[in-house]
């Protein structure tokens, strides 16, 4: 780190102090000119030295020597992957077709003819479509075609077949490989297994279960990259890659002797009832909906860090309302009819009910 020692003015002082007074060490002396001459070069130097010291450990390296740490851990950066849908048109489409939805532009691929739909007034065809830009798909509705199809009525994405992921971040990788050292993996302990399924596509989070007195499972609970319950594809490919026999004969990645199935994480409901001061009495009903999801998601993205139950504190809610423009208060607030917190199951992720509120007379 350059500070006033290692400065010009320091290295300065530093280099003429060892030259003796009796010589001319003014500005315009030669011997001052000719020090001056090679200060910038040591500061190049220092500087250098600087950045090797954060570039020879983990915690501060660029992400060209992370990757190479990481290597060694045989941890390897996640890369940006495309989302794939499923789109639904009234019409035939030619395969390379392009639509527009929100700010991503997807490429049909793939007719799905057997599962043509026939309905009393007209045809449904479906396609896989591509996403030609990589990350996460954040809308699907309605598509507008980029170039003009003729007799096209509507064009919309109805499911999200493979969601897509952006590049890992520096930050995030840097994250793995210090857990990594923190959580030692090895032959089908809890680290083990975590690090496994995170290398599946599309993974937000893992809890790992033991086999209780009486059943004989090892199991596992996964939830997507959006943090929501994980579909069945993505359990069967990671039970078809960890224990596909589940015989305990270690023919996936579970080691011999263990018998693991896997499972999407549940969902609890969690209904909201509170009682609003809102200013000028207007209606913040969706604005209050928004508020809470954001809480909740906040407490799904916890959900894979750590083995303990998540916790709706009624305090949080209440916090987050009173961040809202127009409220002035919030009391009486309840979930799922109590007025306490709510303890979500282990296997378990909290999903918004119904909510609702009462203005202040």
């Known amino acids: ?30 011997i001052y000119q000719s020090t001056a001459m090679i200060v910038p070069e040591l500061l190049s130097l220092n500087s250098e030295i600087d950045m090797m010291n954060e570039e020879i450990f983990p915690d501060t390296c660029s ?49 799905l003819d057997e599962e043509k739909e026939e309905t009393e007034q007209k045809e449904i065809y479906k396609y896989h479509l591509i996403a030609e830009e990589t990350g996460h798909i954040e809308i699907i509705g309605d598509m507008t075609p980029i170039e003009d199809i003729g007799g096209l009525k509507f064009a919309r994405i109805v499911e999200i077949v493979k969601d897509g992921r952006e590049q890992e971040t520096l930050e ?31 993974i937000g989070g893992v809890r790992t279960f033991r086999r209780t007195v009486d059943g004989e499972n090892v199991e596992i609970v996964v939830l997507d990259n959006t943090f929501k319950k994980a579909d069945d594809d993505m359990v069967l490919a990671i039970q078809e890659a960890i224990d596909p026999t589940q015989d305990g004969e270690g023919v996936g990645l579970a080691p011999i002797g263990h018998k ?5 994480v549940g969902k609890e409901t969690v ?22 999801e954001e809480y909740l998601q906040e407490l799904r993205m916890e959900w894979g860090d750590n083995e303990e139950s998540l916790v709706v504190r009624i305090s949080k809610i209440e916090n987050k309302l009173l961040s809202l423009n127009g409220i002035i208060d919030v009391s009486s607030t309840t979930i799922n009819g109590l007025e306490r917190n709510y303890t979500v199951n282990k296997r378990s992720i909290p999903i918004l009910g119904d909510v609702k509120y009462d203005n202040y007379k």
Do not use: W
């Open 1 to 30: 780190m350059i500070n006033n020692e290692y400065s010009f003015d320091g290295i300065m002082d530093r280099m003429l102090s060892n030259i003796d007074d009796s010589f001319d060490k003014r500005e315009t002396s030669l």
């Open 172 to 202: 995030d990788l840097r994250f793995r490989y210090i857990e990594s050292l923190n959580y030692q993996a090895f032959g089908g302990n809890r680290a083990d297994y975590r690090d496994k399924i995170l290398e599946f596509d599309n």
């Open 271 to 292: 209904n909201i009832s509170t009682k609003l001061d809102i200013k000028d009495g207007v209606d913040l009903l969706e604005d209050v909906k928004e508020s809470i």
């Open 63 to 111: 992400y060209n020597n992370l990757v190479s740490f990481c290597r060694d851990r045989k941890i390897y950066p996640k890369e940006a992957t495309q989302g794939y849908v499923i789109g639904e048109f009234n019409r035939d489409i030619e395969i390379g077709a392009r639509f527009n939805c929100d700010t991503r532009n997807f490429r049909v691929i793939e007719s």
């Open 260 to 264: 693991v199935k896997v499972y999407p």
